[in-house]
């Protein structure tokens, strides 16, 4: 059976915050444990007017004693999964900041060249960008971010 559902790009949080879409998020569980996610988007069934948040979660990094790997500047070492869950709107707590592990990928910056016409002439430039590498799915969690974003875990 089909039901059909409105989509919201954004939802927001216990703490009153207005989270966007693909935004890092901590949510709790059943069991008021702390999660981090990513926000996907909003659904609301149109029967039921029941409203669920989709995110993508985010494993910490953990040690052999199932301790939090610290990447650079201390902070927590985390994984996207790619795993879907359904939470409800009142499970998402605050937002997050997530910085790119650059350090262990190949992110790098790249050299091209662009082609412009400048006074009826082709000249060709270099153009730099920063590519970041899309295969390493790993992120580092800014504790710094409005202070601290670290508060919702045990190990903070
Ligand atoms: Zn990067």
């Known amino acids: ?7 919201y790009k954004a939802v927001v949080s216990e703490n009153r915050t207005l989270i966007s879409a693909e935004t890092p998020i901590v949510y709790v569980d059943d069991q008021q444990q702390s999660h981090v996610g990513i926000f996907r988007q909003g659904l609301k069934m149109e029967t039921t007017q029941q409203e669920v948040v989709e995110i ?20 927590p070492k985390v ?9 409800s709107p009142d ?20 050299e091209s060249e662009i082609t412009i016409m400048v006074e009826r002439e082709k000249v060709t430039r270099v153009k730099f ?17 409005l202070g601290e974003s670290l508060k919702y875990f045990n190990f903070a």
């Open 91 to 110: 499970q998402v707590v605050d937002q997050l900041c997530l910085i790119h592990d650059c350090a262990n990928g190949k992110c790098a910056f790249k």
């Open 56 to 75: 993508e979660r985010i494993k910490f990094c953990l040690d052999d004693n199932e301790q939090p790997i610290l990447g650079s500047f201390q902070c």
């Open 129 to 145: 960008t920063y590519v970041h590498d899309r295969e390493h799915n790993f992120y580092l969690i800014n504790k710094f971010y």
């Open 1 to 7: 059976m089909e039901e059909q559902c409105t989509v």
């Open 79 to 87: 994984r996207k999964t790619g795993e879907i869950a359904l939470i």
